[in-house]
């Protein structure tokens, strides 16, 4: 089966802006996704390019799409519903009406993974006005990976990174596309983890580290499951299974926690 796909809008055709800009973004999960669905199917990639026109860009893509014998198509967009929103608002993808259930099952698919990353769970919405649904010859999914104007949202992204939503998307559509992880060189008695880039996390969990016996501290990028028999997170993080969490309403709660847990806070 071949497939097709492209990332919503370009640079001549902008999409929206919050606190990240839709074009840039949008632009590197598709990337991310084409890489890993390339590895079993043939691919088309629809995407425009620097074109003018909404309108005309939008229907290059089906166009490309409809002409190629596409067996699957897919737009990959970040949504946006105010002009700022403190909070978390989510995913979901848009179908046809008519779609089959297999379709279903691969937005759903990818939904859960987004789920799994840290996303809210929109659920499927369901269309027969978007060109994209209604227009092309084969079934079609249009992805709205997160609100680019939620806090949480963009956090959750900054977090995990566009290759892990491009993986997502890719591993919804097939499940048999795996990324194979790394063996660890040994096994720790005790691993503490926490989010890349938190600084304040990196300290907390650096103090947890020094009392407890044949541990390894490192951030989330460079955890590998089984590294550690028991696993340590610190702060707000996602996607790790550990054994104890340390998650405050704020940092010096955190730090609480973890000073209870050593016994150097009664």
């Given at each position: 089966?071949?497939?097709?796909?492209?990332?919503?809008?370009?640079?001549l055709?902008?999409?929206?802006?919050?606190?990240?800009?839709?074009?840039?973004e949008?632009?590197?999960?598709?990337?991310?996704?084409?890489?890993y669905?390339q590895?079993?199917?043939e691919?088309?990639?629809?995407?425009?390019?620097?074109m003018?026109?909404?309108?005309?860009?939008?229907?290059?893509?089906?166009?490309?799409?409809?002409?190629?014998g596409?067996?699957?198509?897919?737009?990959?967009?970040?949504?946006?519903?105010?002009?700022?929103?403190?909070?978390?608002?989510?995913?979901?993808?848009w179908?046809?009406?008519?779609?089959?259930q297999?379709?279903?099952?691969?937005?759903?698919?990818?939904?859960?993974?987004?789920t799994?990353?840290?996303?809210?769970?929109?659920?499927?919405?369901?269309?027969?006005?978007?060109?994209?649904?209604?227009?092309?010859?084969?079934?079609?999914?249009i992805i709205?990976?997160?609100?680019?104007?939620?806090?949480e949202?963009?956090?959750?992204?900054?977090?995990v990174?566009?290759?892990?939503?491009?993986?997502?998307?890719?591993?919804g559509?097939?499940?048999?596309?795996?990324?194979?992880?790394?063996?660890?060189?040994?096994?720790?008695?005790?691993?503490?983890v926490?989010?890349?880039?938190?600084?304040?996390?990196?300290?907390?969990?650096?103090?947890?580290?020094?009392?407890l016996?044949?541990?390894?501290?490192?951030?989330?990028?460079?955890?590998?499951?089984?590294?550690?028999?028991?696993?340590?997170?610190?702060?707000?993080?996602?996607?790790?299974?550990?054994?104890?969490?340390?998650?405050?309403?704020?940092?010096?709660?955190?730090?609480?926690?973890?000073?209870?847990?050593?016994?150097?806070?009664?």
């Amino acid at each position: 089966m071949k497939i097709g796909g492209r990332s919503g809008h370009n640079p001549l055709a902008t999409g929206a802006v919050g606190i990240v800009d839709e074009v840039l973004e949008d632009t590197k999960i598709f990337n991310a996704s084409k890489k890993y669905l390339q590895s079993k199917y043939e691919f088309v990639n629809c995407y425009p390019g620097n074109m003018n026109g909404v309108s005309q860009e939008l229907m290059y893509g089906i166009s490309k799409a409809n002409s190629n014998g596409v067996g699957l198509f897919y737009s990959v967009h970040l949504n946006k519903a105010y002009d700022s929103y403190n909070g978390a608002i989510g995913s979901e993808i848009w179908l046809h009406p008519n779609c089959s259930q297999d379709t279903k099952n691969k937005a759903n698919r990818i939904l859960n993974n987004f789920t799994t990353l840290g996303f809210k769970n929109r659920g499927i919405k369901y269309s027969n006005q978007l060109a994209e649904l209604n227009s092309t010859n084969m079934e079609a999914m249009i992805i709205e990976c997160f609100f680019c104007e939620a806090t949480e949202d963009v956090n959750i992204y900054n977090k995990v990174g566009a290759d892990a939503l491009g993986f997502a998307i890719a591993n919804g559509i097939d499940s048999s596309i795996t990324i194979e992880k790394p063996k660890p060189q040994r096994q720790y008695r005790n691993v503490v983890v926490y989010a890349k880039g938190k600084e304040a996390d990196k300290y907390i969990a650096s103090i947890l580290s020094w009392y407890l016996e044949d541990c390894i501290c490192l951030d989330h990028t460079k955890y590998v499951e089984g590294i550690g028999r028991s696993v340590y997170s610190v702060g707000a993080l996602t996607g790790i299974k550990a054994d104890v969490v340390f998650r405050g309403k704020d940092r010096k709660e955190t730090l609480d926690l973890v000073l209870k847990r050593i016994g150097k806070l009664a």
